[in-house]
Antibody, heavy 127, light 107 residues
Framework: QVQLVQSGAEVKKPGASVKVSCKAS????????MHWVRQAPGQRLEWMGW????????KYSQKFQGRVTITRDTSASTAYMELSSLRSEDTAVYYC????????????????????WGQGTLVTVSS | VIWMTQSPSLLSASTGDRVTISCRMS??????LAWYQQKPGKAPELLIY???TLQSGVPSRFSGSGSGTDFTLTISCLQSEDFATYYC?????????FGQGTKVEIK
């Protein structure tokens, strides 16, 4: 079955960077896009960005533009999200989630709904 | 950017109740709307997509309706396992966005 397994919890100091991985299995990795979503404690879900795992195209939320980089390693069926210049407000659970659109047949980069989600990675930013 | 207003933020209900959650868009999105359920400490799970299509394995007491700017998630007969937080999500265009969430708690 389709499964996304994320890397473990991280503790970082303000100003540092964090890189979270999301290993996919159970499907052809390059046929689907991957989203990254975060959730601060007690807060709503917040979309950060998207990568077309087939061609590597990315789209980012304007809020994180310049601080977030989403990449993928097709040989490892893994997507990555790196967030730089961390501050305390970045303390959150970070999720990867697979888009349902088959990008190998899509005519344009467009989002779909998310299924499934990874288990989440807690990133704590503290001095 | 499409703005979303989800209401109510908190809903107190009893087992067996019928509950309704609303999601309103700042502009029309046709039927490009999904609903997710999230339980404490867990990742969200897909309930409904395309505004009204039930994800495989989701109980039929869940239903979705609406198109354009106004959407509704209904739970026809609340069960104990349904006490959770629910989010709507628009995927009509980038940036994807989520509603504020509705926590369904035991009355």
């Amino acid at each position: 079955q389709v499964q996304l397994v994320q890397s473990g919890a991280e503790v970082k100091k303000p100003g540092a960077s964090v890189k979270v991985s999301c290993k996919a299995s159970g499907y052809t990795f390059t046929s689907y896009a991957m989203h990254w979503v975060r959730q601060a404690p007690g807060q709503r879900l917040e979309w950060m960005g998207w990568i077309n795992a087939g061609n590597g195209n990315t789209k980012y939320s304007q809020k994180f533009q310049g601080r977030v980089t989403i990449t993928r390693d097709t040989s490892a069926s893994t997507a990555y999200m790196e967030l730089s210049s961390l501050r305390s407000e970045d303390t959150a659970v970070y999720y990867c989630a697979r888009d349902v659109v088959d990008v190998s047949i899509a005519v344009a980069d467009a989002p779909g709904w998310f299924d499934p989600w990874g288990q989440g990675t807690l990133v704590t930013v503290s001095s | 950017v499409i703005w979303m207003t989800q209401s109510p933020s908190l809903l107190s209900a009893s087992t067996g109740d019928r509950v309704t959650i609303s999601c309103r868009m700042s502009q029309g999105i046709s039927s490009y709307l999904a609903w997710y359920q999230q339980k404490p400490g867990k990742a969200p799970e897909l309930l409904i997509y395309a505004a009204s299509t039930l994800q495989s394995g989701v109980p039929s007491r869940f239903s979705g309706s609406g198109s354009g700017t106004d959407f509704t998630l209904t739970i026809s007969c609340l069960q104990s396992e349904d006490f959770a937080t629910y989010y709507c999500q628009q995927y009509y265009s980038f940036p994807v966005a989520f509603g504020q969430g509705t926590k369904v708690e035991i009355k």
